[in-house]
């Protein structure tokens, strides 16, 4: 077998491509990065399968503003990741808490082995990377929900993803980082993705302070389980990309976390949907399935690579089950956090690194000839020990830092983190969008008239208003209408 490349620091970029050819060192390795950077293109479909979950969880009056931020969070993450994101995260002389400027604005990343793994040129560990910075973002921005500004969510991602997730990414998977050398285990994201987003998630509700709430029936219900279901199945579809292409080679290892993917989200829904028929006298929801499969797949994310199939079902399952019994999580804590990114995130994202402690075998991880990473059932049981100490350092650092980020930018003049109390009730699409709306424009014409209460009320009255004033056969028709404006919540 050919020789795996290795980087040369005299030529830190690759080579030049004018003199030799740079794809010659990887002959014989093709596989791994065509493999590689085809997970990179169905991580991308979480991106707006987060978008579509949220937007299905919202009202409908503020469902457009969490599609739109889904596209633009991608497109701004995009540009902190070359601008300086990526460095801070992977730079080969980082520190072991945050990297430097050495791949500022993309310098040198080409075509040289990359910092992950000598099989993939550093471009494609570039792009793959850059996706799990722009997921956790979308993740995070769901603590404005229906009540953040648009502009200052994207501001703050901006700076999230500089001083929060590149330096926790950098902890976590640059080999010079503190945990990576503890080391804690976390397969593809555990801490960098949930436990940060989660703990940010909830920083972000916590400094907005709580929704208005007037009593309308939609408040807290999701406006399209269609939207839920699609959006779940694009974000189960993209974490076999994020699992399985986090062994950054096609090894068996990698096919196995694929595997174990799948697994724990099937596990989790039947955990959920379970809790569920429990609660609520055997009946079922369509929305419960959808969060037990999602917290099966967080669940089981630092550990893909680690665990073998049944376990990876104990994962699923039991994050599941643990997520859906914290259903009143927010009233304890008393912020509203309406979309439970802490609760499903957060929560998950810490119940599965600590699983990934006591199940990780290390005969799993050495599928991929190379990796030794033995967990406390092959009697390393300091390694519990390590995952919470992953667990601890992360959630503080997220939690902190995303306030005080929030903080600052709520007192910067003019910029303004949270819509006015007329706006919210209106909605953030009417609020921070032009011409555009989720549904038919009829059902929102009286909306401008609207400051305060439920739109399905002031729709009521002016019907009741037509019912009055019309004859008695027009009176049907109007009633009729009502009826119609009665079960559509916004």
């Not at 926790?168 to 945990?179: Q, R, V, Y």
């Not at 669940?299 to 994050?319: D, H, K, M, R």
Request: proline share 3%; aromatic share 14%; charged share 15%.
């Amino acid at each position: 077998m050919a020789e795996a490349p290795a980087f040369d620091p005299a030529f830190p970029s690759g080579g030049n491509s004018l003199e030799v050819d740079v794809n010659a060192q990887y002959v014989g390795f093709e596989y791994h990065y065509t493999y590689l950077v085809f997970c990179g293109f169905i991580v991308w479909l979480i991106i707006p399968g987060i978008g579509l979950l949220y937007g299905g969880l919202a009202r409908r009056k503020s469902a457009l503003s969490l599609l739109f931020q889904s596209i633009l969070v991608a497109a701004v993450t995009t540009f902190q990741w070359m601008f300086w994101g990526y460095s801070l995260a992977y730079s080969r002389t980082a520190n072991a808490f945050i990297g430097d400027f050495a791949n500022f604005g993309m310098k040198n990343v080409a075509a040289a082995p990359s910092p992950g793994s000598p099989y993939i040129p550093e471009i494609v560990f570039c792009l793959y990377q850059m996706l799990f910075c722009a997921c956790t973002v979308q993740i995070v921005i769901g603590g404005s929900f229906e009540r953040g500004r648009i502009l200052p969510s994207l501001i703050f991602g901006f700076f999230w993803a500089t001083i929060v997730y590149c330096p926790i990414a950098c902890w976590t998977w640059n080999s010079n980082g503190w945990l990576y050398n503890l080391p804690s285990l976390d397969f593809a994201g555990g801490g960098p993705v949930h436990i940060a987003s989660g703990w940010a998630g909830l920083a972000y509700a916590f400094v907005l302070g709580k929704r208005k709430h007037t009593g309308e029936k939609s408040h807290g219900k999701p406006h399209n389980t269609t939207l839920v279901f699609l959006g779940t199945v694009l974000i189960w579809f993209g974490w076999f990309g994020f699992n399985g292409g986090s062994a950054l080679n096609a090894s068996i290892r990698a096919m196995y976390a694929a595997f174990n993917t799948n697994t724990a989200a099937s596990t989790g829904a039947i955990g959920w949907v379970m809790v569920d028929m429990i609660r609520n006298k055997g009946k079922f929801s369509v929305v419960g399935a959808c969060e037990g499969a999602i917290a099966g797949l967080v669940g089981i994310t630092p550990a893909a690579g680690y665990v073998s199939v049944w376990l990876a079902a104990v994962i699923g399952f039991l994050t599941a089950i643990v997520c859906a019994s914290l259903q009143d999580l927010n009233d304890w804590l008393r912020i509203d956090e309406g979309l439970y990114v802490f609760k499903l995130h957060g929560i998950g994202g810490m119940v599965g690194s600590f699983l990934t402690g006591i199940f990780a075998d290390q005969a799993i991880s050495a599928l991929d000839g190379a990796t030794l990473a033995p967990g406390a059932i092959n009697g390393n049981g300091i390694q519990v020990g390590k995952q919470l100490a992953e667990i601890t350092a992360i959630s503080a650092y997220s939690f902190v830092v995303s306030c005080v980020l929030l903080l600052i930018l709520k007192y910067i003049p003019g910029l303004g983190l949270r819509v006015s109390e007329e706006a919210e009730m209106l909605g953030l699409d009417m609020d921070q969008f032009f011409d555009e709306q989720i549904g038919d424009w009829a059902e929102f014409e009286n909306m401008s008239k609207i400051t305060h209460g439920d739109v399905r009320e002031q729709g009521m009255r002016d019907v009741e208003r037509k019912v009055e004033s019309n004859s008695d056969s027009e009176r049907a028709s109007t009633e009729r209408q009502a009826v119609q404006i009665d079960g559509k919540a916004d």
